[in-house]
């Protein structure tokens, strides 16, 4: 069976520069309230805080439940 390689478009930056909190407190609290684990952008280098990243290497119907996991994280995020 041959392995396949993970590359540049398996990836999707995500930008949460105005939910104003740092990407690795977000990510947290996205993983509390929702269950979703993102990377966060402050891991790939210091100019990257603002940005999370979302491997999207995953079956389609996987990738659109975490999307919109995600998408009610920020809502709840906005309400606080």
Known sequence: ???RQMCIRDRLWLDC?????????FIK??????GVLLS?????????DEF??????CPRQLLEK???????????YKQI
């Open 52 to 57: 999370l990243r979302l491997n999207i290497a």
């Open 29 to 34: 609290f996205l993983n509390e309230k929702t």
């Open 1 to 3: 069976r041959r392995q």
């Open 17 to 25: 520069s105005d939910l104003d909190i740092s990407s690795e407190e």
């Open 66 to 76: 975490g999307l919109k996991a995600i998408k009610k994280g920020v809502a709840i």
């Open 40 to 48: 966060a952008g402050v891991d790939f280098g210091k100019n990257s």
